[in-house]
């Protein structure tokens, strides 16, 4: 009995973990609109990491998306130099806390890609 209900826990868990439809939807019209793309794709490096790798490095870390909306707000350089050089994020102070958060948490969902070997 145990071995039927693991399939379905497993997927009950995947969708609590899921952002809401909506929620992706305005995560995307955020990333759009702010230049994200710009500077990122979802799984291979462009100017700065592929979001898949910004995933990949926070999977499983407590503050993950608060640091991550934080790096989105105030931009700079840092652990990601080894792959895109001195290249700095640049700040979006126009975007709110709950705003970054929400790109944030959309970023962080994506499927985790491990990052090429540091240059």
């Known amino acids: 009995m145990l071995k039927a ?27 759009n609109s702010n230049g994200c793309r710009t500077c990122h794709q979802d ?8 979001f898949g790798w910004v ?3 926070f999977k499983g870390k407590k ?18 130099v080894p792959w895109t050089g001195n290249i700095p994020m640049p700040s979006h102070p126009n975007l709110s806390k709950a705003q970054a ?3 944030a948490k959309y ?10 070997p540091k240059n």
Not at 9 to 15: G, K, P, S, T
Not at 63 to 80: P, Q
Not at 107 to 116: D, E, G, M, R
């Open 5 to 31: 209900i693991v399939p379905v826990l497993a997927l009950a868990l995947a969708a609590a973990m899921a952002m809401p439809a909506h929620a992706t939807e305005n995560a995307k019209q955020l990333i």
């Open 43 to 50: 799984k291979t490096k462009l100017v700065g990491p592929a």
């Open 55 to 57: 995933a990949y490095h």
């Open 63 to 80: 503050d993950a998306v608060e640091t991550v909306a934080d790096f989105i707000i105030n931009g700079g350089t840092g652990y990601w």
């Open 101 to 103: 958060k929400t790109i």
């Open 107 to 116: 970023i962080l969902n994506l499927p985790p890609v491990k990052p090429p």
